[in-house]
């Protein structure tokens, strides 16, 4: 049983699946959408500018339609006037033609979004398989495409038998009526008709376009074991992991780095060490480690600070101590207390100085450090050894 159900597909397409869906060109689409988009653009064409080009197809028709005696004659002056009328008539309906093109530009946006794919350019000889185009033909999703057709021929007809019974003796009485007034009332029973084609194929596509989502999903949906099989991939994969691990160290020396403005003091060794600190003096915490670095980082973090007026003090053994000793975010220990309470009452005094004007003070002349927890004091012993030697 449990062989069973890993192999049935009941779990979601990952993101990744998806994207490989989408560089296959493999996307939802909706041609019920399309039609319908392309049609209700082309009725809101007429409604807008119908009358313009119903008065310019007119005025058109009357002057090919009239005789100039002996101009119509001569070839050149028909080439120039027939060159005239086709120009006028594309001006005419570039805005209809424009609203049209437009509005196929924006349905897939709809839908899927645009996808191109220079694959599917590429001969496949396999389509040319009988046997796959007879199991295209004999498929679950042929049935739905052809109840789908029929339920539009039968929603249409409806619809088309419909208008002619309500508006046909509208119809027959257009050829009693002159040509101006029937011109106008047939271009009032096109448009009629155009609403109606529109709102029929509207309920077809509020219809399909759930549906083809649905299939869509359905047909990315994956296994468990396939679900196993792809986290296995993307995390045994060496180059995705370091690439992760690079834009998450990207992110935390950017989150680092936008605090450095919030600090107190930057602390440094002073070229190869860096460590900001920032006092809450609103709370009850210990200065909290804002951010640290080592050789460029450390650089990058003294330049932030002088760009911020953050004060830059040099004390080598604390400034050490604190970079071997804390992480980031982390409150100092309590053994650096002493050595960092001095540090922050020179920088208070000295922002009251700068404020006040009064004494300006002294920065500590000892900042001792309990034994152990320069990093220094560990390697000088084996330092001296190697000169002796």
Not at 82 to 104: C, E, H, K, N, R
Not at 115 to 127: I, R, V
Not at 146 to 174: D, N, Q, T
Not at 307 to 325: C, T
């Amino acid at each position: 049983m449990a062989e069973e159900s890993d192999l049935e597909k009941t779990e979601s397409a990952s993101p990744r699946k998806i994207e490989k869906a989408r560089e296959a060109g493999d996307i939802p689409r909706s041609r019920e959408l399309a039609t319908f988009s392309i049609l209700a653009a082309a009725t809101a064409g007429f409604w807008l500018v119908g009358q313009t080009l119903y008065l310019h197809l007119q005025k058109n028709m009357r002057e090919s339609l009239s005789f100039k005696g002996v101009p119509s004659f001569d070839a050149e002056f028909l080439i120039s006037s027939y060159a005239t009328l086709m120009l006028d008539l594309v001006i005419t309906f570039s805005p209809f033609i424009g609203i049209i093109v437009l509005t196929a530009l924006i349905t897939p946006l709809l839908i899927g979004g645009w996808s191109f794919t220079a694959g599917n350019l590429a001969p496949n000889f396999g389509k040319l398989n009988p046997a796959s185009g007879l199991a295209k033909i004999i498929s679950i999703n042929s049935l739905v495409e052809l109840i789908k057709a029929i339920a539009k021929v039968i929603f249409i007809c409806f619809a088309a038998w419909y208008l002619v019974k309500s508006h046909l003796l509208e119809v027959m009485s257009l050829m009693s009526q002159p040509i101006e007034l029937g011109g106008a009332h047939q271009m009032e029973l096109i448009l009629l008709s155009l609403t109606v084609l529109v709102g029929t194929l509207a309920v077809i596509t509020m219809i399909d376009v759930p549906y083809q989502l649905w299939s869509y999903n359905k047909k990315l949906k994956m296994t468990k074991q396939e679900v196993k099989d792809e986290a296995k991939e993307s995390e045994g994969n060496p180059e995705i992991k370091a690439k992760i691990r690079q834009q998450q160290r990207e992110m935390a020396r950017r989150r680092m780095m936008s605090k450095i403005p919030t600090a107190d003091v930057v602390i440094t060794n002073p070229t190869h060490y860096a460590v900001a600190l920032a006092y809450p003096e609103d709370s009850n915490r210990a200065p909290v480690v804002v951010a640290k670095g080592l050789d460029d980082v450390a650089m990058v973090i003294r330049e932030l600070a002088g760009e911020h007026h953050v004060l830059i003090v040099e004390a080598p053994p604390l400034a050490r101590a604190l970079y071997a000793m804390t992480e980031l975010d982390d409150e100092i220990p309590p053994s650096l207390y002493n050595a960092v309470a001095q540090i922050l009452a020179y920088v208070f005094q000295l922002r009251m100085f700068k404020e006040v004007g009064q004494t300006e003070p002294d920065f500590p002349d000892l900042l001792e450090l309990p034994p152990g927890l320069d990093p220094y004091d560990a390697i000088k012993p084996a330092a001296s050894m190697m000169e002796t030697a």
